[in-house]
């Protein structure tokens, strides 16, 4: 109790609460291990993932009160499949993702995973059920080895250089002077973009979840490392419930089914094939901007940057 009053410890245990929220804001997703401040509800279970077939049900959401973000949304991400989610900025997609990840619960409606609403279960529970590709990959200081091996802590050498293999990483790693033991520099800095993305993707493959969420980057990359990493997403994928922010092209195109989100609404849903022939449809319009898009890019010889 004494030391409870003690102002120095008091302020350190601030200093290492603030520097835990700064991590977490930083690493947010990325990890997805529970902070020890969330709490679970009182007789909260296990999530057994067994297809790994999620559902939204009506989900409501808003940040502050009276501004929703999500306005009642209904979809079925099916197992084992790709679901794209696109539309406008601040449509929600990535709320979607938040509330999958309970970083907040639904103001109405619920989520399920084969059928179990997950605000019954714990947060370690489910996230350890997910992996996330995110936009802007978190790299830590530190070897390339404990970069990946960061998925799943308990991986062995063997897991993590098969998953760098996989992710097409294994070849710029072995070039680096230490190989798997080459320390990066805090995000790393040393290495290029598509780099980054391929170590975060090994880190998801040794992760091993049933559950992806990619969010997929804006920034263009070269080309060559914008096949690898495409190969790499796509082994990534596959097997796994994979629901994806897509900002390209070729994604929404292959994805299983697409969703439209607009000002949180679900607008329209359906595969690629059965949107673009709406013609007066969200989805019909922005198939078209992106195509007449790559053709001027096209056109003028300029690298396609996608948004
Ligand atoms: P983008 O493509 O630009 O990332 P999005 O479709 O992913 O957009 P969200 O990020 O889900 O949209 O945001 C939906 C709305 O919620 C936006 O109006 C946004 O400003 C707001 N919002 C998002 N996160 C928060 C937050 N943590 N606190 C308050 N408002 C938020």
Redesign the pocket.
């Known amino acids: 109790l004494l030391l409870a009053y003690d102002p120095v410890r008091r302020l350190a245990r601030v200093q290492v609460n603030i520097e835990r929220a700064l991590v977490n804001a930083r690493m947010i997703y990325e990890i997805l291990d529970t902070e020890p401040h969330q709490k679970d509800r009182p007789g909260a279970t296990s999530l057994k993932v067994s297809r790994g077939e999620i559902d939204f049900d009506d989900v409501r959401f808003s ?2 009160e009276n ?1 929703p ?1 999500l306005r009642g949304v209904s979809f079925r991400a099916q197992a084992g499949k790709t679901t794209a ?1 696109v ?12 509330l999958l990840l309970r970083f907040y619960d639904p103001d109405g409606g619920k989520i399920t995973i084969d059928g179990e609403d997950i605000t019954g279960v714990t947060k370690e529970s489910l996230r350890h059920s997910v992996a996330y590709v995110s936009q802007h990959p978190y790299l830590f200081e530190g070897s390339i080895r404990d970069n990946i091996r960061y998925g799943r802590p308990d991986a062995t050498d063997a897991e993590v250089e098969a998953a760098a293999r996989l992710a097409n990483a294994e070849e710029f790693i072995l070039q680096q002077p230490e190989g798997y033991d080459t320390l990066v520099g805090e995000n790393g800095a040393t290495l290029s973009g598509g780099q980054r993305q391929r170590i975060s993707i090994a880190r998801a493959i040794v992760r091993n979840a049933p559950i992806l969420l990619l969010d997929e980057a804006t920034s263009a990359l070269d080309n060559e490392s914008e096949a690898k990493v495409q190969q790499a997403l796509d082994r990534v994928m596959d097997k796994r419930t994979t629901l994806v ?1 897509a900002h390209r092209l070729s994604t929404v195109v292959n994805a299983d089914h697409i969703v439209v ?1 607009e000002d ?1 609404h679900l607008v329209e849903e359906g595969t690629h094939d059965s949107l673009a022939h709406k013609p007066d449809g969200l989805y019909a319009r922005f198939y078209r901007m992106q195509t007449e898009k790559a053709q001027s890019l096209l056109d003028g010889g300029e690298q396609e940057e996608s948004t």
């Open positions: 940040y502050a501004s973000v989610i539309g406008p900025s601040g449509a929600g997609k990535s709320t979607l993702f938040s922010i989100l949180g």
